[in-house]
Every structure is written in structure tokens, then in C-alpha cells.
């Protein structure tokens, strides 16, 4: 009886396993096309005297709070975007320090009466200003609501067709709204366009732009730089290209502002709002029987801070895996749902049973396994065997997002940055993944517990 | 070695799972070797192609502007695995320079022995060459390559077909918007914006006179947005034809299109008759048209216009309402006294703040 329940959970833990990873090569593959392909068509465009496209407006929206020693280096960076007509609208969302008054400060606020359409519902604004220096730019002086209340009550006030949300942390690349909003441009059934985020720890930065991108020195951010190759380049640039992408980094995403509207804004009672958008984007759309795109540009269009410290990775994967939670059970219509298409049937049970899942059945393997072998129902040498074929397939991911990488944007020119990357590919599974796991749990029960939601800056010592 | 090890773990692995992961295993192993020789690989590659642009690129800029310079300067061997950085060297220098310098950069060019004929990458079916043979035609003004540049005007891929209407543009302007424009009206994948900056290349007088041929007698999708083109390009002719167009304007495009471009004085009498249109747009636009040439007979109008329900319209209206002559201070308190609507009154006191502060 034991034996039997150690056998199956072997089984269930080796094809969990290479379902997962068979999956994840296949999403590989479709990145591989998708990246080639892209990467051709953006050649083409950066051959003189092709693509002058003018650009539609833009409004860019940076929710800030406790933002007082990034908000004045975010907001001159994004002045200086290479973008025909944009406007920038800065929502201070009760901040308890001293955000809004280094604004008014140096941008020389006033008070302005702007008559917006208060088309979404959020908390009470307090003031709306005006710069006197720098016509297109405003602020929102609000109540605290939260991230997603802080956008909506931006959506109400701005002017343009689409809007921009970007944190105040960000680093953007001049060309950076540009390469996002081309897919708009190029397929008018867009709604919603994201680009690749990426590590900018250890690299080169003048006035919020990055000047020349390096590997980190410091392990901790190392690691999640291939992490984020992997998450990036193959996991959503695949879904892309179904398109049944489920998440656009909150980080830096464009979305059409009807759209938006029409389904209500973003939730403010999510921690996980840019994935819940999205989600609530598809099902929608979908269940509307509305043809639409949500788009992945693979450029590196926006650069961000990864925590250096375990505390501040902790914090931070706990809050992903609560968003991921929420946002799938707030949209659980989705799952198998025939009228939703390709995000029912393969994107949505994807993402519940190896992202939602995934941590739990991994404890459950790896204590299995680990009692099983323990109490010598495992023979020894499949206790290894089968450790070191997690640690070759994780390898093999992180290699393929290394070659994605090689063939696209190769970011990182030295080549002793290169055999950096290598062996973190390597290295981040012996004990970073399993931290993850570990992580991810955490917040797994913080959600089915419904511990309190903060909206928090990670530790980025 | 490894042998030892392979059979030892096969023959512990006694249960099914065990050699199933073993296998799977073993061949994630052998795509992690493959995989890092792959990159390996390609970084090498990757060195060696940039070290290689770089070379040729010094080499050529150097070449092409000591010929700019009108300088002795030996002319470098042309390899032709290089052809495609000296195209693009050439492309790039002619972005930068203008008149007779145009002209000496061409001559240059011609006097290159370049091994691969500009017309044989012309007919290729690589995308990336053809788009090459089209920019460095059009910017060598050869028009010996009229005819295969004109056949590349009705091909699938937008990218190629605009870079054969500017190419077309910039070797022959007057002929090339009679064959550039009759395509604009069928190719609904061509970025109008697009369109409008390689029209303006041929000059506003020889496009406008073609456009004005065409306008009267297409369909209202297709006039809408060759009005918009006549209004990117400032066609002077455009704002009479447009009032004529509206006073017989059956769509609602066709009709906020012209209320939106015109300058015309007379477009005020039909722009009155617009302002409860059921389109909101249309009204917007009736709006601007009475912001500009509207008088003091207009204001109901525009004071009814920002009671509307749209914002835009409201906007619109409150902007025009200010800036219209004789309107000041006491006119629009006044006003605001007698307003009983409270949107009204917000995007009043918007509209004043704004036209303060561009003033």
C-alpha cells in the first residue's frame, strides 16, 4: 500500500515534470519562429529611409506612491521620449511622504481645473495640476486606492486614444513607446501591447535612460536575469503569437483606452492587477465574440530593478504568485470555456495547472520522493536520477531562452558576460529554484487565506 | 566512464519511472550540449560580423566623404560579401547631405565597380535585397529602373511596395504620383501617414493637382481620407473643394473631415447647419469650424454645444467659445452666471485656464 503511494507519486511527479517541460519547449519553438521572424521585419524597419510611421498620441500614466526619490528622474526621462505627441500624467496616490510637493516643486505645479468624465470609479481626487514649465504633463493629488485605482483615475482625465502605464522605477530606452505602440499601427485589432522586461541592476544609466546594459555582479539579480530571458523571450513571446498572452509586465504596457474602459479599468482589489487586466481582457473580448490582439513586442523596451536581497525576492515573488492567484479565480469563467478559444482551452489550464499548481505539486513531489527515500521505499539511485533531471531540464529551458537571446537582441556583448549567464543557468538550479517554490507557496496560502493586501516598493537595496 | 555510469543507474532504476526519466533525461542532456555549442557559436558569428561592419563601415563612410569632399581618395576593393554595408553606408550618407552634395555622392557611387547588378536584387525574392535595390535606386535617381520599380508598386508586402512610391517619387516626381495615387485608393494596408510623408516628397502643387482629379468621383471611405492627405500635404485648393464636398455630403466622415481641414471662410453658412448632427464627431468638428470663423451670432450655437453629452464636443465648443473675438472676462461670467448646467460650467472654466496659459 506505501509502496503503491510512493510509485504514484514517482509518476505523477516525473509526468508532471516533463508535461511542464515539454510544454515549455514547445512554447520554445513557436518563440523561435516568432523571434526570427520579428527580428527580420525589425531589420527591415531600421534599413534608412523605411518606416516613418507617425505615431498615434499618447498618454502616459505613472501611478507614484512614496515615490519622492524616483518621481522627478521618472518623469524628465519620460520627457524625453522619442515620441511624436504624448502627454504624461502623474497620479500621487496618498503618498505619506513628500511626492507630491518635490512635483510641484520642480515642475512648478498649479492647481487646474480639468473637467474630466469621471468614467471610472475610483477614490476621491483631491487636486488636479498643471505644469506651468511643461504644458503636457499632470498630476492627480488622490486618496490612496491602489495601484489599478490610481490608473483608472489617470484613464478619466487623459486625452488620448491610448494610454501607458509605467512605474515610477522604471527604466525605459528612448525608443522604448515606440517599438510598443507599433503593433498598434500595424493591426488595428490591438488593444493591448507589452515588451520585454529586464534586469538593470549593474548597468549604465544617465538621466533615467540606460546607456550600456551589464550583467549584475551580485548573484542574486544574476539569477533572475536568466529568469527573466526565460519568462520573457519564450513564455510570453510564445503565448503572443497564439495570441493568448495572459500577462503584460505592469511595469510598462499599452492599452487601448475604450477597451480599457469598456471592461471596466483595472480591478483595485487585486495585487496582481496587470496580470487580472489582461485575463479579464480575454475573457471579454472573447465571450463578446470581438476580434482583437493582445500583443508581445520581445524588444527590451523597459529596465527594473530586481531585489538584491532574499528578503526583498521573497516579498516580491509572494505578491506574483497572490496576483496569479487572484487573477485566475476572479476570471475562472475562462477554464475549458469553448467560446474563449485558444485562452480556454490551452493558456488558461496552462497557467492553473503549472503556474497555480505548480508549487504545490512540487512540495508534494519533492516531500514524496524525500520521505520515500527516507524510509528506503525510493531506491537511491532514482532519488538522484530523478533530482538530476529536474536540474537538466531547468538547465535546458534556461539554455534555449540563452539562444533566443543569442539570436535576437544579444543585449549583453562581452562574452565573459555570456559564460556568466551560462553558469547561472546552471547554478540557479541547485537551491534558487527550490527558494522560489518555497516563495511561491507562501503566497499561495497568503491568498487562500486572504491575508492583507499592501501596495508596497519591494526591498531593492 | 560515462558508460559505467549509465549502466549502473540503469540497473538500479529497476522500476518503470526510473527509465522513463532516465531517457528523458538523457536526451535534455544531449539538447543542453547541442544548445551550448549552438550559442557558442553564434556568439562567434555575431563577433565576427560586427568586427566586419565596423571595418567596412569606416572603410566606406572614410571613402564616400573624402568624394563628398570632392578629395583624391583611392577607392577601396569591393568585396561582395560587403555590398550590403556600402548600400547601406550610401543610404545613410544620402539621408544627411542636400543639393549639389547629392549629386557628387551619385557620381561617386556610379563609379564603384559594384559586382552584384542593383537590378538583379531588384527582381530577387529576398525581401531585405529588394528593399535594398529600391532605397539606393530611388536615391541614385536611376531611371533606367522605372519599369521593375513600378512592378514592385503592386506587391503583397507594404514595406516593399512604399519603398517602390518613394523610390518612384524620388526618381521622376510628376510621373510617379500618376501611377502612386490611382494605387493609394485600392492598397487599404498602406499606412495613410506613410502614404502623406512620400507625397510630400513629390511636392504639394504635383500631388494636389492629382488628388483634386481623383476627389470628386470615389467612393466616401477613400475621399475622407484623401482629404485628410490633402490637409497633411497643406494643399491651399484642398479648402474650397472641401466646403463644395460638404454642401453635398451624404457620410459623416466625408462631412467632419472637411468641417475638421477647413479654412474656408464660406465652410461657416453649412458648419451652423452641423451642430445637431447625431454624430458626435461631426459636431466636434462643426464646433471647430465655428471656433474659426464663426462671430458673435455663433455664440448660442457654441453655448448649446457645451451642454453636450460628449466631452469632446463640450471641449471643443469651450475652446472656440474663447478664443472667439469680442468674448472676454464679463461676457463669460456673465455667461457662467446665467449656465445651468454643471458640465457646462467645468469645461468653461477649463477651456478659460488653458487659453490662459497657451497665451
Same mark, same amino acid.
Given at each position: 500500500m506505501i509502496n503503491d503511494f510512493f510509485m504514484f507519486a514517482e509518476w505523477l511527479f516525473t509526468l508532471y515534470f516533463v508535461g511542464l517541460n515539454c510544454a515549455y519547449l514547445l512554447l520554445c519553438v513557436l518563440s523561435i519562429f516568432t523571434v526570427s521572424r520579428y527580428m527580420k521585419e525589425k531589420s527591415l524597419m531600421d534599413i534608412p529611409g523605411v518606416g516613418n510611421e507617425i505615431m498615434p498620441p499618447v498618454s502616459i500614466i505613472i501611478p507614484a506612491h512614496n515615490e519622492q526619490g524616483n518621481i522627478i528622474q521618472a518623469v524628465k526621462a519620460l520627457m524625453q521620449i522619442e515620441y511624436p505627441v504624448f502627454e504624461i500624467i502623474v497620479v500621487n496616490d496618498g503618498s505619506t511622504d513628500q511626492t507630491l510637493s518635490v512635483l510641484a516643486e520642480h515642475f512648478k505645479l498649479e492647481k487646474f481645473p480639468e473637467a474630466y468624465r469621471r468614467r471610472l470609479k475610483t477614490a476621491p481626487v483631491t487636486a488636479i495640476y498643471k505644469s506651468v514649465t511643461y504644458a503636457a504633463l499632470k498630476v492627480i493629488d488622490k486618496q490612496n486606492g491602489g495601484k489599478g485605482d490610481s490608473v483608472n483615475a489617470a484613464v478619466n482625465i487623459s486625452r488620448y486614444p491610448l494610454v501607458c502605464v509605467v512605474d515610477a522605477d522604471s527604466i525605459l530606452q528612448r525608443d522604448s513607446l515606440r517599438r510598443v505602440v507599433q503593433p498598434f499601427i500595424f493591426d488595428s485589432r490591438t488593444v493591448a501591447s507589452g515588451g520585454t522586461v529586464r534586469i538593470v541592476n549593474g548597468s549604465d544609466i544617465k538621466d533615467g535612460y540606460l546607456l550600456n546594459p551589464k550583467v549584475p555582479t551580485r548573484i542574486l539579480p544574476l539569477i533572475q536575469v536568466v529568469e527573466y530571458l526565460r519568462a520573457f523571450l519564450f513564455g510570453r513571446l510564445g503565448w503572443s503569437s497564439l495570441n493568448a498572452l495572459l500577462i503584460i509586465s505592469g511595469a510598462f504596457g499599452v492599452f487601448h483606452k475604450e477597451t480599457l474602459v469598456s471592461i471596466g479599468g483595472f480591478h483595485t482589489d487585486t495585487i496582481g492587477e496587470d496580470m487580472e487586466i489582461i485575463v479579464r481582457m480575454h475573457r471579454m473580448l472573447r465571450l463578446q465574440k470581438k476580434d482583437y490582439r493582445i500583443t508581445f513586442v520581445p524588444d527590451p523596451v523597459c529596465w527594473t530593478m530586481a531585489p538584491e536581497t532574499l528578503a526583498g525576492l521573497a516579498h516580491q515573488r509572494i505578491r506574483w504568485q497572490r496576483g496569479l492567484c487572484e487573477s485566475l479565480f476572479m476570471n475562472l469563467s475562462l477554464l475549458f470555456n469553448p467560446r474563449a478559444g485558444i485562452v480556454g482551452m490551452l493558456a488558461f489550464p496552462f497557467m492553473l495547472i503549472f503556474e497555480w499548481a505548480g508549487p504545490l505539486v512540487e512540495l508534494f513531489g519533492f516531500l514524496a520522493i524525500g520521505l520515500g527515500f527516507y524510509f528506503g521505499y525510493i531506491d537511491p539511485a532514482i532519488f538522484v536520477l530523478l533530482i538530476s533531471v529536474s536540474i537538466v531540464f531547468g538547465m535546458l529551458l534556461s539554455l534555449t531562452a540563452l539562444l533566443l537571446e543569442e539570436v535576437s537582441f544579444h543585449m549583453y556583448q562581452r562574452p565573459r558576460e555570456l559564460l556568466k549567464l551560462f553558469l547561472v543557468a546552471i547554478l540557479e538550479n541547485l537551491g534558487y529554484r527550490q527558494l522560489n517554490t518555497v516563495f511561491r507557496l507562501i503566497g499561495f496560502s497568503r491568498w487562500l487565506f486572504g491575508a492583507e493586501r499592501k501596495w508596497v516598493s519591494p526591498d531593492r537595496t | 566512464m560515462s558508460k559505467m555510469v549509465f549502466d549502473s543507474l540503469l540497473a538500479s532504476s529497476t522500476s518503470s519511472v526510473g527509465y522513463f526519466a532516465l531517457y528523458a533525461g538523457g536526451v535534455a542532456l544531449l539538447l543542453v550540449c547541442l544548445l551550448t555549442v549552438q550559442v557558442i557559436l553564434l556568439r562567434i558569428n555575431l563577433i565576427y560580423r560586427q568586427r566586419r561592419k565596423r571595418a567596412a563601415q569606416q572603410l566606406w563612410r572614410k571613402y564616400f566623404c573624402y568624394r563628398l569632399l570632392n578629395e583624391y581618395c583611392v577607392q577601396p576593393e569591393v568585396r561582395t560579401r560587403d555590398i550590403y554595408f556600402i548600400l547601406e553606408e550610401y543610404d545613410y550618407l544620402f539621408g544627411l547631405v542636400k543639393g549639389k552634395d547629392l549629386e557628387r555622392l551619385r557620381a561617386s557611387f556610379y563609379e564603384l565597380d559594384i559586382p552584384v547588378s542593383l537590378y538583379s536584387l531588384l527582381h530577387s525574392r529576398d525581401v531585405q535585397k529588394k528593399l535594398y535595390a529600391l532605397i539606393t535606386l530611388g536615391n541614385l535617381q536611376d531611371k533606367t529602373a522605372w519599369g521593375g520599380i513600378i512592378k514592385c508598386l503592386e506587391e503583397d508586402q507594404p514595406v516593399i511596395s512604399l519603398s517602390a512610391a518613394r523610390a518612384l517619387v524620388l526618381i521622376d516626381a510628376e510621373k510617379a504620383v500618376n501611377e502612386v495615387i490611382p494605387v493609394l485608393l485600392h492598397r487599404k494596408d498602406w499606412p495613410w501617414a506613410n502614404v502623406a510623408h512620400i507625397l510630400k516628397l513629390a511636392g504639394p502643387r504635383v500631388v494636389c493637382r492629382k488628388l483634386f482629379e481623383l476627389i470628386q468621383g470615389i467612393e466616401a471611405g477613400s475621399q475622407a481620407s484623401l482629404l485628410r492627405m490633402y490637409n497633411v500635404l497643406r494643399c491651399e485648393e484642398a479648402y474650397p473643394v472641401s466646403t463644395k464636398i460638404l454642401a453635398t455630403a451624404t457620410d459623416d466622415k466625408v462631412a467632419s473631415v472637411c468641417l475638421n481641414i477647413s479654412r474656408d471662410p464660406n465652410v461657416i453658412h453649412l458648419a451652423r447647419d452641423y $451642430?445637431?448632427? /447625431?454624430r458626435w464627431h461631426v459636431r466636434m468638428n462643426a464646433a471647430v469650424a465655428i471656433g474659426r470663423f464663426g462671430d458673435e451670432t455663433d455664440i448660442p450655437l457654441l453655448v448649446g454645444l457645451l451642454? @453636450? /453629452?460628449q466631452w469632446w464636443v463640450r471641449y471643443r465648443a469651450a475652446l472656440a467659445l474663447v478664443s472667439m473675438?469680442? $468674448? @472676454?472676462r464679463v461676457f463669460i461670467q456673465s455667461l457662467r452666471a446665467n449656465l445651468d448646467d454643471a458640465y457646462a460650467d467645468d469645461i468653461l472654466v477649463q477651456a478659460i485656464k488653458e487659453v490662459a496659459y497657451d497665451k
Open positions: - | $451642430v445637431r448632427h /447625431s451642454k @453636450d /453629452s473675438p469680442g $468674448v @472676454d
